[in-house]
């Protein structure tokens, strides 16, 4: 007999563990044909590799089965007869309901991730968003007219940035009030990495996320945010990387371990770029020693090689200049999570980052400290 209540706990135990790394979806829907393609794309951190792809199952009877596995809660955009609604999903077995085939209508049962997703979005601030909104598609309605009245122009532009403002800051307090209320919520790795990132220093985000319960950090974005914690935030460990340079040899960021580097991204198009390299070429002669260096990774593309090369003479970039021609699907920028030039890293002997972004004028600075 204890034998047999052994065997069943273990089974049932299995099966906990099981469902917890498996999503299944039997979903039923109607108005629709047999053989009709319902597309599902698992919707990851801008800069996860591999990308996902999207995945087709069919329908068949008013019936559709999907499973996929996966560790904790994760976004997928459901398309059907060109149409598109997204879901937060938790690992586990959930049904979704199509009616008449309109996916804008559809419904998920017993899954507590969506419903704190969409909770979640009930309570943000929606008017400062639209003044948001409001105030950018003037300021862009201005500058397309092309006029010409400096006065409007700032004061459009000085509108812009202060209900950018006040938008930033109600998402910071909604983002921040519903983690503090919601320790164990499946979302909050998604709600920290998607809302507050870009928004509060990087120790808030670092101390917010040291408070999220180890059970909501297992998904995607919950790893997306170990990564920039440990490895592009100050102090973190700056990632190695590989690349060829204008003559085609391979460069190494490891290979200038011993030394201060700053690695600089940038393009030819980039005009605030260009206008920094002056600046870093300055920074470089003042401190005239073999222990830094600087190294460019040039996000243009293939049709601007000649551009890239003349650049580099015609500026007198005298130092490690490194690119695949890939624009921002450069694999160092993807590794470094750029989204936008100029941007930079400033990395100690060690291969820690000591700050980022920093300006020419102020690197002399830093390093002669």
Not at 166 to 192: C, F, M, R
Not at 313 to 339: C, P, Q
Request: one cysteine or more.
């Amino acid at each position: 007999m204890k034998k047999i209540l052994v065997i069943i706990c273990l089974s049932t135990l299995s099966g906990l563990v099981f469902s917890q790394t498996k999503l299944e979806i039997f979903g039923s829907t109607t108005g629709v044909k047999d053989g009709t393609e319902l597309s599902i794309l698992k919707v990851q951190p801008k800069f996860t590799i591999p990308s996902s792809q999207k995945i087709k199952v069919i329908v068949n009877s008013n019936k559709f089965y999907f499973s996929t596995k996966q560790d904790g809660a994760e976004v997928y955009d459901f398309e059907l007869l060109g149409k598109k609604k997204g879901f937060v999903l938790n690992p586990g077995k959930t049904e979704m309901s199509i009616p008449n085939g309109l996916i804008k209508e559809a419904v998920i049962t017993n899954d507590a991730g969506d419903r704190d997703y969409r909770n979640f979005l009930s309570k943000k601030d929606s008017v400062s968003r639209k003044k948001y909104s409001t105030a950018s598609d003037d300021w862009e309605e201005f500058v397309l007219s092309k006029n010409k009245d400096s006065i409007m122009r700032d004061q459009l532009w000085s509108e812009v940035k202060k209900v950018r403002k006040e938008y930033d800051q109600h998402t910071v307090d909604s983002g921040l009030h519903w983690i503090a209320k919601h320790p164990k919520s499946s979302i909050n790795a998604l709600v920290l990495n998607n809302f507050l990132l870009d928004i509060i220093p990087n120790d808030q985000v670092i101390n917010v996320y040291n408070t999220l319960d180890s059970s909501v950090k297992n998904n995607s974005w919950g790893r997306d945010l170990n990564y920039k914690i440990n490895h592009l935030f100050v102090g973190g460990i700056a990632p190695d990387f590989e690349q060829t340079d204008t003559s085609g040899k391979v460069i190494k960021l490891s290979n200038f371990n011993g030394k201060y580097v700053l690695v600089d991204f940038w393009a030819t198009w980039c005009v605030p770029c260009r206008l920094e390299i002056p600046k870093l070429i300055k920074a470089k002669q003042l401190l005239a020693s073999d222990n830094f260096e600087i190294i460019s990774v040039s996000l243009d593309d293939k049709s601007s090689r000649q551009k890239w090369l003349d650049a580099i003479k015609n500026e007198k970039m005298d130092w490690v200049n490194l690119s695949t021609l890939d624009g921002f699907s450069n694999a160092v920028a993807r590794k470094y999570h750029i989204k936008y030039i100029p941007s930079s890293f400033l990395i100690d002997p060690n291969g820690k980052i000591l700050a980022k972004n920093i300006s020419g004028e102020i690197l002399y600075k830093s390093l002669k400290k």
